[in-house]
């Protein structure tokens, strides 16, 4: 299998993702950057990890664009709807705080997409069960409450 030129962008991303969490990091209280700067030197390390894969597959096999695959049946509506949505998220989640706009964002984004309700129930569910238990309970993070509570 070829290494696609598109990889490259995909590694340049996530790389400027690094740096931009790393200097977020620096401006926390020392005692509060341990399981960020762990997270960010292992987001580092698998990006290098690819990296080096991406290498050694141009060497062995050789380079091909990769554009034709990655944008194949690509909707230009939906991805202008879902952008919109996403935008809308972080305004009502100004407003309404993280839980609140996330199950809204959730519900519409996946009736959008058509999702079947039963999937979409235990969809929303589990991610807000889940970013309850991880965030609020486990790590203790303060969600953003919004102004309207």
Same mark, same amino acid.
């Given at each position: 299998m070829k290494m696609q030129k598109t990889?490259?962008?995909?590694?340049?991303?996530?790389?400027?993702?690094?740096?931009?969490?790393?200097?977020?990091?620096?401006?926390?209280?020392k005692e509060s950057q341990t399981y960020p700067t762990f997270t960010i030197a292992l987001l580092f390390g698998l990006t290098t990890l690819y990296l080096v894969q991406m290498l050694?597959?141009?060497?062995?096999?050789?380079?091909?664009?990769?554009?034709?695959?990655?944008?194949a049946g690509f909707q230009v509506k939906q991805f202008f709807v879902c952008l919109a949505l996403v935008i809308g998220y972080l305004v009502l989640m100004y407003y #309404?705080? !993280?839980?609140?706009?996330?199950?809204?964002? *959730?519900?519409?984004? $996946? @009736? %959008?997409l058509r999702v079947p309700i039963p999937q979409l129930a235990l969809s929303v569910i589990?991610?807000?069960?889940?970013?309850? #238990?991880? !965030?609020?309970?486990?790590?203790?993070?303060? *969600?953003?409450?919004? $102004? @309207? %509570?």
């Open positions: 990889d490259i962008g995909v590694v340049a991303v996530m790389y400027a993702v690094c740096a931009l969490f790393y200097y977020m990091n620096t401006q926390l209280k050694f597959k141009a060497r062995k096999f050789g380079v091909e664009s990769g554009a034709d695959k990655v944008f #309404l705080g !993280f839980y609140v706009s996330t199950v809204a964002f *959730m519900v519409v984004t $996946l @009736l %959008f589990s991610v807000t069960l889940l970013c309850y #238990l991880a !965030f609020s309970m486990f790590l203790g993070v303060k *969600m953003p409450a919004g $102004l @309207l %509570f």
